[in-house]
């Protein structure tokens, strides 16, 4: 294949922002940039930003993007444009061997262009290959810096002799600076895109970036917009499954949802607190990270904020001292719609919708409309709605489970817990809608405590619950 010479591509690329007439391929983003930051931001600090090119769809000759940032936020400390790129280059952690960058910064714009392309010897960007960028910016005052790669901005150039322009996606990353007093910081991110009729979950670091003596309990508002998204957990104890980690995974929670006021006050605390080892702390460089579901009420294209105030974020060190703590804000764009079935109705995905045992068709498919099951090609409208049954709307059919129903008869019982007790053992494969009804603890593999979940469903001791 024919290799394209380094003046050739540049041409190519510039062509493609000056000339209206050339078309961009928007079919499929031809690769994805991203941008990370691990690490406290702390104001008068210098932190450093990671973007990653990577993930090509296809083989690539060039690649070309701009970071947008707030100059009151943060100041870029390299910043000149020299003509042979030098300065420019101590940004470049790593690119495909052979390859030039064309980078240049624009103080008016607050903006840096980064352009990279391949010249006649050589090699392309691959799925196996990567641009790594490092971008060290001096944090100016504390609150949340924003970070971002606009879709827009991003190009690629195919790697064959069709020089085609392609498009790329873009990220975007908010970070909580601290100012000198604050002890700890609260950082909202995400798990994945908010889908209209789907769960978003809203993604909680809380990070010690200011007590040598170490955090031992701390709390914080989050507050959501109900008119886009609503709260998916509202009992107390199922609040436990917000904390993904934690020093020494021995904290424990207090949480309490506000639902008039549209908001969470999230407590936690380490176990011994009042004794707590270092193992336990939250000192420099650990971290407790939270995941918090949400109901997605709002409409395709519409956006939200969840903030994390400042002014309600506070804790104790273990000098037993009263600390505070750096909110966050994050904003969020709901996608499109992924599923006829409301998740807080019945869970669901791409291909299950899960239902409690003993649900009755009737009771199963009133909140849904028009939608109805059948089984075997024929309509059901009486008796248990089972495992194996079809939910149908329209062109749409999703597989229908009931969690610990493994022998398709709607309800739990000893043969169920037999047949996953098997399964365990590896007697009795399990497989597609079988497998999801037995796999009752995380969905992703059969173990002996499903087998004892189902088993104590069965006798009265558990209550699984789908929703």
Same mark, same amino acid.
């Given at each position: 294949?024919?290799?394209?010479?380094?003046?050739?591509?540049? &041409?190519?690329?510039?062509?493609?922002? #000056?000339?209206? #007439? &050339?078309?961009?391929? =928007?079919?499929?983003?031809?690769?994805?940039?991203?941008?990370?930051?691990?690490?406290?931001?702390?104001?008068?600090?210098?932190?450093?930003?990671?973007?990653?090119?990577?993930?090509?769809?296809?083989?690539?000759?060039?690649?070309?993007?701009?970071?947008?940032?707030?100059?009151?936020?943060?100041?870029?400390?390299?910043?000149?444009?020299?003509?042979?790129?030098?300065?420019?280059?101590?940004?470049?952690?790593?690119?495909?061997?052979?390859?030039?960058?064309? #980078?240049?910064?624009?103080?008016?714009?607050?903006?840096?262009?980064?352009?990279?392309?391949?010249?006649?010897?050589?090699?392309? !960007?691959?799925?196996?290959?990567?641009?790594?960028?490092?971008?060290?910016?001096?944090?100016?005052?504390?609150?949340?810096?924003?970070?971002?790669?606009?879709?827009?901005?991003?190009?690629?150039?195919?790697?064959?002799?069709?020089?085609?322009?392609?498009?790329?996606?873009?990220?975007? !990353? =908010?970070?909580?600076?601290?100012?000198?007093?604050?002890?700890?910081?609260? @950082?909202?991110?995400?798990?994945?895109?908010?889908?209209?009729?789907?769960?978003?979950?809203?993604?909680?670091?809380?990070?010690?970036?200011?007590?040598? =003596?170490?955090?031992?309990?701390?709390?914080?508002?989050?507050? *959501?917009?109900?008119?886009?998204?609503?709260? *998916?957990?509202?009992?107390?104890?199922?609040?436990?499954?917000?904390?993904?980690?934690?020093?020494?995974?021995?904290?424990?929670?207090? #949480?309490?949802?506000?639902?008039?006021?549209?908001?969470?006050?999230?407590?936690?605390?380490?176990?011994?607190?009042?004794?707590? @080892?270092?193992?336990?702390?939250?000192?420099?460089?650990?971290?407790?990270?939270?995941?918090?579901?949400?109901?997605?009420?709002?409409?395709?294209?519409?956006?939200?904020?969840?903030?994390?105030?400042?002014?309600?974020?506070?804790?104790?060190?273990?000098?037993?001292?009263?600390?505070?703590?750096?909110?966050?804000?994050?904003?969020?764009?709901?996608?499109?719609?992924?599923?006829?079935?409301?998740?807080?109705?019945?869970?669901?995905?791409?291909? *299950?919708?899960?239902?409690?045992?003993?649900?009755?068709?009737?009771?199963?498919?009133?909140?849904?409309?028009?939608?109805?099951?059948?089984?075997?090609?024929?309509?059901?409208?009486?008796?248990?709605?089972?495992?194996?049954?079809?939910?149908?709307?329209?062109?749409?059919?999703?597989?229908?489970?009931?969690?610990?129903?493994?022998?398709?008869?709607?309800?739990?019982?000893?043969?169920?817990?037999?047949?996953?007790?098997?399964?365990?053992?590896?007697?009795?494969?399990?497989?597609?809608? !079988?497998?999801?009804?037995?796999?009752?603890?995380?969905?992703?593999?059969?173990?002996? &405590?499903?087998?004892?979940?189902?088993?104590?469903?069965?006798?009265?001791?558990?209550?699984?619950?789908?929703?």
């Amino acid at each position: 294949m024919k290799k394209i010479g380094v003046t050739l591509l540049v &041409l190519v690329m510039l062509c493609s922002l #000056c000339m209206p #007439c &050339l078309s961009v391929s =928007s079919a499929e983003d031809a690769v994805q940039i991203s941008i990370s930051f691990d690490g406290d931001a702390k104001a008068g600090s210098e932190m450093k930003l990671r973007i990653k090119v990577g993930k090509p769809s296809q083989q690539l000759a060039g690649v070309e993007f701009a970071l947008d940032f707030n100059p009151k936020m943060v100041t870029p400390t390299i910043t000149k444009n020299d003509k042979d790129g030098t300065e420019m280059a101590k940004l470049v952690t790593k690119m495909p061997t052979g390859w030039e960058q064309f #980078c240049s910064y624009s103080e008016a714009e607050s903006r840096y262009y980064f352009k990279f392309v391949m010249p006649v010897d050589g090699n392309y !960007l691959t799925k196996d290959g990567q641009i790594v960028i490092d971008v060290p910016f001096k944090v100016v005052s504390a609150g949340v810096i924003s970070f971002k790669i606009p879709n827009s901005e991003v190009i690629a150039i195919a790697g064959d002799d069709s020089f085609s322009v392609l498009s790329g996606k873009g990220s975007n !990353l =908010s970070v909580t600076a601290a100012g000198k007093g604050e002890s700890f910081s609260v @950082d909202l991110s995400d798990n994945g895109a908010a889908k209209e009729n789907g769960i978003y979950y809203v993604n909680i670091n809380v990070t010690n970036i200011g007590d040598d =003596s170490g955090i031992i309990a701390l709390e914080f508002a989050l507050k *959501y917009n109900p008119d886009y998204f609503m709260p *998916y957990i509202t009992e107390g104890r199922q609040m436990d499954s917000f904390m993904v980690s934690t020093p020494s995974n021995s904290w424990e929670q207090m #949480c309490t949802l506000y639902e008039s006021e549209n908001k969470y006050i999230l407590r936690f605390a380490a176990l011994h607190a009042e004794s707590a @080892d270092e193992s336990e702390k939250l000192t420099l460089g650990k971290s407790i990270k939270i995941s918090v579901p949400f109901k997605t009420v709002g409409k395709e294209g519409e956006t939200s904020n969840f903030v994390a105030n400042s002014a309600t974020a506070i804790g104790f060190n273990n000098k037993i001292e009263k600390v505070t703590g750096a909110g966050s804000l994050k904003s969020v764009s709901i996608g499109e719609r992924v599923s006829f079935v409301p998740q807080w109705i019945y869970e669901s995905n791409e291909d *299950y919708v899960f239902a409690p045992a003993n649900t009755k068709i009737s009771d199963f498919t009133k909140p849904l409309g028009s939608a109805y099951v059948t089984y075997n090609g024929k309509k059901i409208t009486s008796g248990n709605v089972k495992t194996g049954y079809k939910l149908v709307n329209g062109s749409e059919t999703l597989t229908v489970v009931i969690r610990g129903d493994v022998d398709c008869n709607g309800m739990i019982n000893s043969l169920d817990y037999g047949l996953v007790k098997r399964a365990c053992f590896g007697e009795y494969p399990l497989r597609n809608e !079988l497998f999801q009804a037995a796999a009752v603890f995380d969905g992703k593999k059969i173990t002996a &405590l499903d087998y004892a979940i189902i088993k104590r469903q069965y006798f009265g001791a558990y209550n699984l619950r789908v929703s």
